[in-house]
């Protein structure tokens, strides 16, 4: 229901977290969806991370799983993303995901710099060496 604001969100994004429900089986199907969306509208070197959200350890959604970790894991690893399954009920894994996006990016941001490219849409502007004829002012 949000496709129509979100394309706008992909340019510029330096990391992408993909989420889905390990109790609702749809939402595991809609992340080839986002894949797609995100490979028409975002850079191709944006950071992708998968996350399976609702993996409590202990209560109901234990025996509601829907999808199970290995075929997450299959996914971001065809994808070659980062993958984590997370409890958002009892904050399991989610400092985690965070550090972890937030550690690719940087060394993503890093690598380009190093390479001489800089970072993405970003200019160095230095001051003329040479005076301006005329009226002083730089132009």
Same mark, same amino acid.
């Given at each position: ?16 977290? *993909? !989420?889905?429900?390990?109790?609702? =089986? +749809?939402?595991? &199907? ?30 109901? *959604? !234990?025996?509601?799983?829907?999808? =199970? +970790?290995?075929? &997450?894991?299959a ?5 070659k ?18 550090a972890?996006?937030?550690?690719? !990016?940087?060394g993503?941001l890093?690598?380009?710099?190093? &390479? ?24």
């Amino acid at each position: 229901r949000f496709k129509t604001i979100t394309t706008a969100y992909y340019r510029g994004a330096m990391g992408i977290l *993909l !989420v889905y429900d390990v109790t609702q =089986e +749809r939402t595991f &199907g809609s992340i080839d969806n986002w894949l797609k969306a995100i490979e028409q509208h975002a850079s191709a070197s944006v950071n992708k991370l998968l996350i399976g959200n609702k993996a409590d350890t202990a209560g109901p *959604l !234990v025996e509601k799983r829907a999808v =199970e +970790r290995q075929r &997450g894991q299959a996914l971001a690893d065809k994808h070659k993303m980062s993958f984590f399954e997370t409890s958002a009920k009892t904050g399991d894994a989610v400092e985690d995901v965070f550090a972890s996006i937030a550690r690719d !990016v940087k060394g993503r941001l890093d690598k380009e710099a190093q &390479g001489g490219k800089g970072a993405p849409d970003t200019m160095t502007i230095r001051p003329s060496k040479q005076k301006a004829k005329g009226k002083g002012g730089c132009c």
